[in-house]
């Protein structure tokens, strides 16, 4: 019961659609059919109120915060006076003439990081919790913490994308292009995205993820060389998909 509102918040953001009730029961009836998770399925009603409790204001925290990005989207929208790099600035052509990539580096794992990134997290909070005690109560913290940092850090991303405006290297450069028409060039300036560069939602939200995982990993694994794999192995995922 704990995880049906978290887990349907997360593939309502990763896969833009609500989780399908099938995939939703199939999901549940994995997590709760383990022997560690059955003991916990039954919760007492006190067990429910402390888990409103513990997670209430982080739950108004995080998805007031990606309401207001949504309402601010939808009645404002981008500022046409950026506050920040009106003009391309030199290391902008710097960036541009020495480490862009044309056509830019695409593949499987890079299509679908956002899925990556919320398997990595939830596979650190489910593992982190085997074999501890009240470990269902425990998952369900840490796999709902995960929906709050996503919802969170979208929210925040997107209000300061659309608060400052920032044009996206391919606007900034686009009289470079001789082989764009006028029409094209012109459409491609009209679309929103291109005008909310400033900062990166996708190594935001990676980075949040994987420093929420790292961290509960940190706090339950006491081995030296597991904490350092751990540190590396998520923060260079995020690092690879913010330099891709």
């Not at 919790?129 to 979208?154: C, P, Y």
């Amino acid at each position: 019961r704990h995880f049906a509102v978290p887990w349907n918040a997360a593939a309502l953001y990763i896969t833009g659609t609500p989780m399908r009730p099938g995939n939703a029961a199939l999901c549940l009836l994995i997590l709760f059919s383990s022997p560690v998770l059955a003991e916990e399925a039954e919760c007492s009603g006190s067990e429910t109120r402390g888990y409103f409790r513990r997670h209430l204001l982080h739950w108004l925290t995080a998805f007031g915060t990606s309401y207001a990005d949504s309402q601010y989207e939808d009645q404002v929208g981008y500022s046409n006076d950026p506050l920040l790099f009106a003009d391309p600035p030199s290391i902008d052509r710097w960036v541009r003439n020495g480490l862009s990539r044309s056509p830019p580096t695409q593949n499987y794992v890079l299509e679908h990081r956002s899925r990556f990134g919320a398997a990595l997290a939830l596979g650190a909070a489910v593992l982190s919790n085997l074999g501890r005690e009240h470990a269902g109560r425990g998952i369900a913290d840490d796999v709902t913490g995960i929906a709050e940092v996503w919802f969170f850090d979208k929210g925040a991303s997107g209000l300061v994308k659309n608060t400052v405006g920032r044009q996206r290297p391919e606007i900034e450069f686009i009289d470079d292009q001789d082989e764009l028409t006028s029409m094209e060039k012109e459409d491609e300036e009209s679309k929103r995205t291109n005008h909310q560069s400033f900062y990166s939602g996708a190594t935001s939200r990676q980075f949040s993820l994987m420093s929420y995982a790292d961290a509960l990993v940190a706090g339950r694994v006491k081995s030296r060389p597991a904490r350092v794999a751990s540190l590396l192995g998520f923060y260079g995922y995020a690092a690879y998909v913010g330099y891709s």
